[in-house]
T-cell receptor, first 112, second 114 residues
Framework: SQQGEEDPQALSIQEGENATMNCSYK?????LQWYRQNSGRGLVHLIL?????REKHSGRLRVTLDTSKKSSSLLITASRAADTASYFC????????????FGKGTHLIIQP | SAVISQKPSRDICQRGTSLTIQCQVD?????MFWYRQQPGQSLTLIAT?????????ESGFVIDKFPISRPNLTFSTLTVSNMSPEDSSIYLC???????????FGNGTRLTVT
């Protein structure tokens, strides 16, 4: 069953601005991951944050995790047109034999 | 990271027919997953395919509709049987690295059933 819920469902910003997307989940997790999907293509892994971590950076990406609130945020700084894509959070409950549980995604549009 | 080749990349099929999607990985992996992404929706796990055992299906998915093969550690197929327009989706295979690591995805198969 779907666990992650991203908001907003869609976000349109000007190039150069920062974009923030949120994700909430319902059950305990081992880690939470963010993926990007360009227009009907496969998913590309962006960043993984473990349940004992609170914040992680990778280039222009910053992810936070609040396990008490069961929520995560993805911040993309200094956005570029190429960042236009759908962004999904996915939770790993640590069962080992299961795939990830994906949220519904946020469609991000960067306007030049 | 694993390189995954999935084919076909897209197909248009008639109602009642079947389509087999292939997924080839450039390294040996224990666990492979098949996901479905319906138009405008998120990904839903269909089944987990481990080499040497029957695939494990998620609730709402059955082997008769989505038979899966996993003949070795680098290859898997998913068949969408007796298709209907509701099966129109993107189907993605993915592989797992060490436990707790990210999944790697193929580029997906865009299926349209008319």
């Amino acid at each position: 069953s779907q666990q992650g819920e991203e908001d907003p469902q869609a976000l349109s910003i000007q190039e150069g601005e920062n974009a923030t997307m949120n994700c909430s989940y319902k059950t305990s997790i081992n880690n939470l991951q963010w993926y990007r999907q360009n227009s009907g293509r496969g998913l590309v892994h962006l960043i993984l944050i473990r349940s004992n971590e609170r914040e992680k950076h990778s280039g222009r990406l910053r992810v936070t995790l609040d396990t008490s609130k069961k929520s995560s945020s993805l911040l993309i700084t200094a956005s570029r047109a190429a960042d236009t894509a759908s962004y999904f959070c996915a939770t790993d409950a640590g069962g080992g034999a299961d795939g990830l549980t994906f949220g519904k995604g946020t469609h991000l549009i960067i306007q030049p | 990271s694993a390189v995954i080749s999935q084919k076909p990349s897209r197909d248009i099929c008639q109602r009642g027919t079947s389509l087999t999607i292939q997924c080839q990985v450039d390294s040996q992996v224990t666990m492979m997953f098949w996901y479905r992404q319906q138009p405008g929706q998120s990904l839903t796990l269909i089944a987990t395919a481990n080499q040497g055992s029957e695939a494990t299906y998620e609730s709402g998915f059955v082997i008769d509709k989505f038979p899966i093969s996993r003949p070795n550690l680098t290859f898997s197929t998913l068949t969408v049987s007796n298709m209907s327009p509701e099966d129109s989706s993107i189907y993605l295979c993915s592989v797992a690295g060490p436990r707790g690591s990210p999944l790697h995805f193929g580029n997906g198969t865009r299926l349209t059933v008319t």
